[in-house]
């Protein structure tokens, strides 16, 4: 019997994304995450949705691997966990030129393999977040 692939367990969903920011119990994270939908909306033209229980998505696009494997994902994403505010951009150094440059205008932040963590928007540069918001857009929607 062939071996089942590996499904996706990021999915787009109908909850909704205004009971699941309202739901966060840190009042600054709640504040923060409701600009931040708001800031990704306006980057993306895209409205927000729940991707899975936790994370809010704007768009979406189609990947498929080598492998077989394929999906869908929002282009660009965030979900405010307990420690930071987690952002899902695809910033990958090897997709963008300068991208260094440009990070080390943002403010306090780390970076994870392709995500993107902040405490609060308030010590951040949100101008420059939006520039690296439309750089994933513009490279996951040319795929």
């Not at 965030?78 to 695809?90: A, D, E, H, M, V």
């Not at 990070?103 to 995500?115: D, F, N, Q």
């Amino acid at each position: 019997m062939p071996a089942k692939k590996a499904e996706n367990k990021t999915k787009a969903t109908e909850l909704s994304v205004e009971e699941f920011l309202n739901s966060a119990t840190d009042g600054q994270k709640r504040a923060d995450a409701l600009a931040l939908a708001e800031l990704m909306q306006q980057a993306t033209g895209f409205p927000p949705k729940m991707w899975g229980a936790s994370i809010v998505g704007f768009g979406s696009y189609h990947y498929k691997y080598e492998s077989g494997r394929e999906g869908d994902m929002p282009l660009v994403s965030f979900s405010p966990r307990k420690q930071n505010i987690t952002l899902y951009l695809g910033l990958a150094h090897d997709h963008f030129d300068n991208l260094d440059d440009t990070l080390a205008k943002l403010g306090k932040h780390k970076m994870g393999k392709g995500c993107l963590y902040i405490n609060t928007l308030s010590e951040i540069d949100t101008s420059v977040l939006k520039t690296l918001i439309t750089l994933s857009v513009e490279r996951f929607s040319g795929q």
